[in-house]
């Protein structure tokens, strides 16, 4: 589904949101009307009373959805093993603005990973956004927070947002160039 679809759908239970662009938190309650304006990498962006608000996905079951499915990690997996998933979380991540994903946008800077004293990992994440005055870094920062923290043996995250360097076009993978019609 694209932000074109506007599917109408009824709120089966309350369920919390973060309203876009603030990050301020909202719920919406049940047998409320909401409209779907977008549903990419498991999250969804709904209208709802005059607002944007974003659902995460393990609440897709609120909009009559499937809900996503964590992630799942063997339990001898490697610190390589791990950080792959970690980038293909941040690949589900998507603004509710522009249909392409953050890493392939190229707002994630760096995803460090390390090893807590309990064994559990720590990931520390740099991102940014496209400009220094856009309003979705809070929704972006709160779902890399979400994303990450519910892969196993996840213990800490911390996402840092930062504008330098400063984000450009440049940054964009060829595919996101490409989805974009910037090639």
């Known amino acids: ?12 239970r309350d369920v919390e949101g973060l ?16 409209y779907i304006t ?23 079951d609120a909009l009559g959805k499937e809900s996503v499915t964590p992630p799942a990690l063997p339990d001898d997996a490697t610190d390589e093993q791990f950080e792959a998933l970690a980038w293909e979380q941040l690949k589900t991540i998507y603004d509710p603005e522009i249909p392409i994903n953050i890493v392939e946008l190229g707002l994630v800077y760096e995803c460090a990973i390390r090893r807590l004293e309990s064994g559990l990992r720590a990931v520390s994440l740099r991102m940014t956004v496209t400009a220094p005055g856009c309003g979705m870094g809070e929704i972006l920062v709160e779902e890399a927070r979400q994303k990450i923290g519910i892969i196993p043996t996840v213990g800490e995250v911390d996402v840092q947002l930062v504008f330098d360097p400063p984000w450009s076009q440049d940054m964009m993978s060829e595919a996101a160039r490409l989805e974009a019609g910037l090639m």
């Open 1 to 12: 589904m694209n932000s074109a679809d506007n599917e109408a759908v009824v709120v089966r």
């Open 19 to 34: 309203m876009v662009p603030s990050g301020v938190p909202v719920t919406l309650p049940t047998d409320s009307l909401v």
């Open 38 to 60: 977008q549903a990419m990498g498991g999250s969804f962006t709904v209208y709802f009373d005059g607002n944007l608000v974003r659902v995460p996905g393990k609440d897709a």
